[in-house]
């Protein structure tokens, strides 16, 4: 089946430095990928809508300029957390559709953050 | 707007005894529905989906969910429990505003004891 991957798995950064999280689909394309946070005790957060080749689509409350999103190919998007504070250590995880059952996505496997 | 509530944080259950994880929607039109599961420090992992047809859908590792349109209810169900069931799952429903947008709920948390 389909799988998306993510890199790194865990890391820990100092307060004020950027991170940056990839994640790849790696046996399909994906134009659309999305950005979810998990915050402790488990609440799912959708962050963004990451759009192959144009800017993402950012929920309401999501900082656009903390949060940077870019998706320059068909198989991966970045995630960059800008001059991280603790606060935004959290669980992060990507998502990307199908491309054979429309109403299907296929998850990531998380990337937890931590800042010190 | 779509949404999806999950009214308990945790379900207990013995090994071998039925679960229900229960799950309610409010959608505008007609509602698409999944159920996902999650190991710790783990992504989520899809268990089933309903879209149209028959009300009660059969997913991955012995599941199932009974769709009931009357009652707006969507409630993930295993006729005999496993430890290894034990886990985080996640009802989601699809926006309808977009092709692949989904709102989740709040998560229940089962714990299946030996």
């Known amino acids: 089946g389909a799988v998306v991957s993510q890199h790194p798995s865990r890391v820990i950064c100092k307060s004020g430095t950027s991170v940056k999280i990839e994640c790849r689909s790696l046996?399909?394309?994906?134009?659309?990928m999305f950005w979810y946070r998990q915050f402790p005790k488990k609440s799912l957060m959708l962050m963004a809508t990451?759009?192959?080749?144009?800017?993402?689509?950012?929920e309401q409350g999501v900082e656009k300029d903390k949060f940077l999103i870019n998706h320059a190919s068909l198989t991966l998007s970045t995630l960059t957390v800008t001059s991280a504070h603790p606060e935004d250590s959290s669980f992060y995880i990507c998502?990307?559709?199908?491309?054979?059952?429309?109403?299907?996505?296929?998850f990531g496997p998380g990337t937890r953050l931590t800042v010190t | 707007a779509q949404s999806v509530a999950q009214p308990e944080d945790q379900v207990n259950v013995a090994e071998g005894n039925p679960l229900t994880v229960k799950c309610t929607y409010s959608?505008?039109?007609?509602?698409?529905l999944f159920w996902y599961v999650q190991y710790p420090n783990r992504g989520l992992q899809f268990l089933l989906k309903y879209i149209t047809g028959d009300n009660l859908v059969k997913g991955s590792y012995g599941f199932e969910a009974e769709f009931n349109k009357s009652q707006t209810s969507f409630h993930l169900k295993k006729p005999s429990a496993l430890v290894s069931d034990s886990a985080l799952y996640f009802c989601?429903?699809?926006?309808?505003?977009?092709?692949?947008?989904?709102?989740f709920g709040s998560g229940t948390r089962l714990l299946v004891r030996p």
């Open positions: 998502s990307a559709p199908s491309t054979g059952d429309l109403y299907e996505q296929y």
């Open positions: 959608v505008s039109g007609n509602p698409y």
């Open positions: 046996d399909f394309q994906a134009t659309t």
């Open positions: 989601a429903v699809r926006d309808s505003d977009s092709s692949y947008k989904l709102i």
């Open positions: 990451s759009n192959e080749g144009s800017k993402a689509t950012y």
